[in-house]
């Protein structure tokens, strides 16, 4: 979800309070939402315009690979970092400390947001 009024409204949400948001359409029974509360994210880049299965991350940014802190959006919607839990579309792997390796190629139209809670 993003509070990116460009977004599609199904992706979108409003800040309600420190401790709530309203999301701009229902939440759907299947969908899962992840809110980390508390600290700041070490980085946070969001680009357009990838095209393929490898992404590099702009900007030069770099994660520690598999510690579990980095967090992949595409179009709004987070990504798993797995060969089994999702389907294609939603599954990527870590490739080094600076980029992904997508299962589904991205298409130039693709809006990604790479996050790094370290």
């Not at 993003?2 to 977004?7: D, F, K, L, R, T």
């Not at 294609?88 to 400390?97: F, I, K, L, T």
Request: aromatic residues 10%; without cysteine.
């Amino acid at each position: 979800m993003s509070a990116n009024p460009a977004a599609p409204t199904d992706q979108r949400y409003t800040e309600t309070s420190n401790t709530s948001i309203t999301l701009d359409t229902a939440a759907q029974v299947d969908e899962t939402f992840k809110v980390y509360i508390g600290s700041t994210p070490d980085w946070r880049e969001s680009d357009d315009g990838f095209v393929g299965l490898s992404i590099t991350i702009p900007n030069s940014k770099t994660f520690t690979p598999g510690d579990s802190k980095m967090l992949v959006f595409r179009n709004g919607v987070l990504l798993h970092n797995s060969v089994a839990v999702g389907t294609g579309a939603m599954r990527y792997q870590e490739a080094g400390n600076n980029g992904i390796t997508l299962e589904d190629a991205a298409t130039a139209s693709d809006f990604f947001e790479f996050i790094y809670m370290a």
